[in-house]
């Protein structure tokens, strides 16, 4: 077996034993009880994650084809108003274009969302609203529950990314107002690469598009899922659902309250040690917004090359990720979701604060030090 | 562990011990060197069982997504003529009206191709073809030699599902004059289930719709893999295409033309066994259309529930499966495709006749008898 980094990523992380352990399994019929019964579980546990009672449904492929199951069943010919202040909240916005009538309605990377601008387009008759709970590409976290007030209020759909929040931040589904949520495997839950789910409400069933994708047709997906035993429409990731249920079953034994505090002390150590080195988080918040509890983007230092920190940092076994597209070189991310736990944080910290100082950078003061008053 | 059952089926077959081993690995990021030499390794392996020098991409989706694939990124509005005589040319046909003008050539459920319907629909203009190469709902093997006659002789695209046959049967991609092929994981590759891969030609790019779905936009797809380190455009199922990339190495070591001899040998033995049995294989054929060497399907007798019959099966500890939709207790499936082997056949065919008989079929003559003539 090669030697395995540490994956201190916005996914894909690391997946416990146990959760690796039951793809071992030999294959088995996907349409018979047995495999409905892993279906069911997977879809009882993950509803108090979504905080949900909708419909979820597991779709072997991974977030961005559950962001385009949510556009492509609900959206086609509808007006979206796609609000983007990050890589993904972009995806959903090109995505739309290809589905429907899209306006992005933009802010900068990891600034406040423009909800003036939304509430415009709601009045100008908007069906849809796109948002990105958890903003990985920028490290901020956007304030869904407001977002869907304005959906409620406006009657337009709201469809809600919470691809790298559920299962590792605090997210309220049916109390926010959202009408479409969903989920990757490899994210806060800390399961392999290949899954995503989707929870999918009456007032969607609603609105539910006439012509839709095969594939990815929910409306498949619910028939499948009414049968007994439950089925999906199409052969299903079987290897990868096992997986997930393990990792569900995980969490279901930590305890969702546990989880998520265990993220947001833990990503309160990464942000007290960069504050500690006098580097300045990558996002610009205001009272509605939040840094993120799941990643941690933080600001280069003038003079300090992204490749050569990085490369650094792996060496001690360790991959942290940069920034994407317009963020290249700008920004370095620490992921803090899924199974992590207080050790990892710590020799994360330690290997990107020793290679800050070998880089040229003075740090202005102990980062781990910081770190450890929170953890400890 | 739960007691597996052998699994003889068109899909889902038992995965072997090596492949499933690899799943057990840590995560590893899909963007970088290593993922991309896992996935550089799949291309190559799979063009020769293709047959072809063309394009594969993989996708984290099974067949149904590799087919939509196909219809979606060069058919959409197009005029597709749709060969059906089973339930998977059928799906081709559903899937096409959701792009195209799709017209269903159809012919009853395992019986010859409407050669001729197609013909003239290519005299009036149709231009995309699609067929299932091995029809596992009936098990006919369809001529895609000719059909890709026809497509030349007409500049129609030719779109082949080689989901039951790539890796198991001779497929010639690029001689037959197919343009855009597909195989599944779970098939003759012997994979777990929840990939597919696709092949394109010069002549389908150059067919390539402006307006294409997003998760399954083939033109993302290579432009990703044109990346050094290999990509996927969006995260792939990591564990998934380790375990094909060794199912894949196994192929290698067997080698494809033993292999397609193995799978040839296999089910010739369950034909005689039928034949045998006094019980008719349900596939009419004529001079063009052969039986499935991957499946086969044979008719029950009369006064002999399907239920009974699999169920009886299924406590010897073997799967068989039932026929679909239509056929749903008219016929039976063996599968015989992967990694199976002749003890799986003998005790396959050990069970199936040990079951007739206690239902109250007189077996007209001893079909493991037979079918051990076949095997030694």
């Known amino acids: 077996m090669e030697h395995e980094s540490l994956l201190m990523l916005p996914g894909p992380v690391p997946v416990p034993e146990r959760v690796r352990m039951v793809m071992m399994r030999q294959a088995i019929n996907h349409r018979g009880s047995e495999f409905g019964g892993i279906y069911a579980d997977c879809v009882r546990i993950l509803k108090p994650l979504f905080g949900t009672t909708a419909d979820i449904f597991i779709l072997s492929g991974s977030g961005t084809a559950a962001m385009e199951a949510a556009i492509a069943n609900f959206g086609r010919d509808r007006k979206i108003a796609a609000l ?24 900068p990377w990891g600034t406040p969302l423009n909800l003036e601008g939304l509430e415009a387009q709601l009045e100008g008759g908007a069906e849809m609203i796109t948002l990105v709970h958890n903003e ?12 869907g007030r304005l959906a409620r209020k406006y009657g337009a759909l709201f469809v809600m990314d919470g691809i790298t929040s559920i299962g590792g931040d605090v997210v309220q589904t049916d109390a926010w107002g959202v009408d479409v ?31 839709r994708p095969y594939y990815l047709d ?23 659902v096992l997986a997930l249920r393990e990792a569900l079953l995980i969490i279901e034994e930590e305890g969702i309250a546990a989880r998520i505090e265990r993220h947001r002390r833990l990503s309160e150590a990464i942000r007290v ?9 990558f ?26 920190m990085r490369g650094r940092v792996k060496k001690m076994g360790i991959e942290i990720a940069g920034g994407q597209d317009q963020l290249k070189g700008k920004i370095f ?17 330690a290997a990107v604060e020793h290679s800050l100082r070998k880089l040229g950078y003075l740090v202005k003061d102990n980062g781990i030090e910081a770190a450890c008053e929170v953890l400890s």
């Open 136 to 147: 990985t590409s920028a490290g901020i976290k956007n304030p869904a529950e407001e977002v």
């Open 283 to 308: 996002p610009v918040l205001d009272e509605k917004h939040t840094y993120s509890n799941t990643v941690t983007a933080i600001r280069y230092p003038a003079g300090i090359k992204d490749s050569e």
């Open 333 to 349: 991310r620490i992921g803090s979701m899924g199974a992590v736990n207080a050790p990892e944080i710590l020799a994360t910290l």
């Open 181 to 211: 949520a969903f989920v990757g495997s490899q994210k806060c839950l800390a399961a392999p690469a290949g899954l995503s789910a989707v929870a999918v409400n009456h007032r969607a069933w609603d609105c539910l598009c006439e012509k």
């Open 273 to 281: 040690a960069a504050r500690a080195w006098g580097l300045p988080l």
């Open 84 to 107: 983007v202040n990050g890589k993904f909240g972009e995806r959903l916005y090109k995505i739309s274009q290809r589905y429907g009538t899209a306006i992005e309605i933009g802010s």
């Open 218 to 240: 929910l409306a498949s997906y619910r028939k499948s899922a009414g049968n007994m035993p439950m089925e999906t429409p199409y052969t299903p990731a079987v290897a990868l």
